[in-house]
């Protein structure tokens, strides 16, 4: 094995997905507290941006969160018909819809971002969102590698 072959070796084990995980205040950021105070295992890959209501992201927060170094994205929040500003996680929902498929144009593989309903008592629903985004994106690979 030549010290390039050597370095990509390493470099390669060293990678972790970073996940931005922005999380609804009312329900999945207290499912996040929930899993952790309940001592519940999932990959420590997320940084939880918590936000008011689902309802409230802008395409421009994922992207700012690709740019600033995630590899992929987590959007937590409540039920259907659950939503404390009545209906802002699906107007969120429709939003990432077609968010997926402009990224999709721009050649990123839309599915570096997850959807995910979690309430505040559903942590191991929370805590397997984390695990699947992670793994989704590690099989991905760096976005670096598919954003030029
Ligand atoms: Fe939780 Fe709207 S208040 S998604």
Same mark, same amino acid.
């Given at each position: 094995?030549?010290?390039?072959?050597?370095?990509?070796?390493?470099?390669?084990?060293?990678?972790?997905?970073?996940?931005?995980?922005?999380?609804?205040?009312?329900?999945?950021? &207290?499912?996040?507290?929930?899993?952790?105070?309940?001592?519940? !295992?999932?990959?420590? %890959?997320?940084?939880? =941006? *918590?936000?008011?209501?689902?309802?409230?992201?802008?395409?421009?927060?994922?992207?700012?969160?690709?740019?600033?170094?995630?590899?992929?994205?987590?959007?937590?929040?409540?039920?259907?018909?659950?939503?404390?500003?009545?209906?802002?996680?699906?107007?969120?929902? &429709?939003?990432?819809?077609?968010?997926?498929?402009?990224?999709? !144009?721009?050649?990123? %593989?839309?599915?570096? =971002? *997850?959807?995910?309903?979690?309430?505040?008592?559903?942590?191991?629903?929370?805590?397997?969102?984390?695990?699947?985004?992670?793994?989704?994106?590690?099989?991905?690979?760096?976005?670096?590698?598919?954003?030029?």
């Amino acid at each position: 094995m030549t010290t390039v072959e050597k370095k990509e070796v390493q470099t390669k084990k060293k990678w972790e997905p970073q996940i931005g995980a922005f999380c609804c205040n009312w329900c999945s950021y &207290a499912g996040a507290d929930l899993a952790g105070t309940s001592r519940i !295992q999932y990959p420590p %890959n997320a940084r939880i =941006i *918590r936000v008011n209501c689902t309802g409230r992201i802008s395409p421009e927060f994922i992207l700012a969160s690709l740019e600033m170094g995630a590899d992929g994205v987590l959007v937590s929040g409540c039920h259907p018909g659950d939503c404390h500003y009545s209906s802002g996680n699906l107007k969120l929902r &429709a939003r990432l819809t077609i968010m997926k498929m402009a990224i999709e !144009q721009a050649g990123i %593989n839309p599915e570096r =971002i *997850r959807l995910q309903w979690a309430s505040a008592s559903e942590a191991q629903i929370f805590a397997d969102g984390v695990t699947t985004i992670v793994e989704q994106v590690r099989a991905l690979g760096p976005l670096r590698s598919e954003w030029k």
